[in-house]
């Protein structure tokens, strides 16, 4: 962009994707995804560099570019909000919005997964976010059905104790 174009002169322009795919997941985030579907559990694998517990589990530690060790071990079911987002648009795949998604370090993680946080009132999403602020701790609820999906799972709100 010219730095002298006016933003009025600015244009917004209309576009669509839309298309399905299929996503082959590999061994370590099938696993990862079975895991979920089978045991209710969260697995994460160790970096043999950096020793983190990498969660969600994958095949390499995105630190070190080191393969992780083939060693499973199970994360905590509550964690920490590291970031939230509020999203408004209705996007294909995804609920109904008004939705909050969270990147969450479970306990005896050291990395964060994303998901859905529910049952936040989102009336006042200048009040949600302060709620979040100061209520950052989560806990996973597993689905009754579950298909091997990250949704699965999602986080619900933890008191204050
Ligand atoms: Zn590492």
Request: charge should be negative; include cysteine.
């Amino acid at each position: 962009m010219n730095p002298s174009t006016p933003v009025e002169d600015l244009l917004l322009l209309p576009g669509n994707w839309n298309f399905d795919y299929t996503y082959f997941a590999g061994a370590t985030a099938s696993r990862f995804f079975a895991e979920l579907r089978d045991n209710q559990r969260i697995l994460g694998r160790r970096c043999p560099g950096c020793e983190r517990l990498v969660v969600p589990a994958r095949s390499y530690c995105d630190a070190c570019y080191v393969a992780t060790r083939d060693e499973w071990e199970p994360v905590g079911t509550e964690g920490t909000i590291d970031a939230f987002g509020f999203i408004s648009t209705k996007f294909p795949g995804l609920p109904d919005p008004p939705l909050v998604i969270a990147f969450v370090t479970l306990d005896g993680a050291d990395s964060a997964i994303l998901n859905f946080v529910e049952g936040i009132d989102l009336s006042d999403e200048s009040a949600a976010g302060e709620y979040l602020f100061t209520h950052d701790r989560v806990r996973v609820v597993f689905s009754e059905q579950r298909e091997g999906r990250i949704t699965d799972f999602h986080f619900e709100s933890v008191p204050n104790s």
